[in-house]
Nanobody, 124 residues
Framework: QVQLVESGGGLVQAGGSLRLSCAAS????????MGWFRQAPGKEREFVAA????????DYADSVKGRSTISRDIAKNTVYLQMNSLKPEDTAVYFC?????????????????WGQGTQVTVSS
């Protein structure tokens, strides 16, 4: 029903910045919660950030809080994750996710729809 495509990843030096994009298509009408997750090799998927436009709420993992911003471009139907002051620990595949069924309290859990992921590699 909903397709999500991430882009914007790449190789960056520590201290640099990236803006990840998540373009949505298909049946996108509704009050969606959008999330960003990441998964490093050999590690579990972890929550990064979430956004609920209807509720005017955002949430960030402690590991990225203060240096990351999740935002939305309504005209482009796209959600972004701006990441600054990148660290080698940020190296992972980043996934965009969307859900119209979960509550805000479930924002760090599983989602209905997932993108294919975009690789972020931060060198030391």
């Amino acid at each position: 029903q909903v397709q999500l495509v991430e882009s914007g990843g790449g190789l960056v030096q520590a201290g640099g910045s990236l803006r990840l994009s998540c373009a949505a298509s298909g049946r996108t009408f509704g009050s969606y919660i959008m999330g960003w997750f990441r998964q490093a090799p050999g590690k579990e998927r972890e929550f990064v950030a979430a956004f609920w436009w209807t509720g005017g709420l955002t949430d960030y993992a402690d590991s990225v809080k203060g240096r990351s911003t999740i935002s939305r471009d309504i005209a482009k139907n796209t959600v972004y994750l701006q990441m600054n002051s990148l660290k080698p620990e940020d190296t992972a595949v980043y996934f965009c996710a969307a859900d119209v069924t979960i509550s805000w309290s479930q924002r760090r859990g599983n989602y209905q729809y997932w993108g294919q992921g975009t690789q972020v590699t931060v060198s030391s």
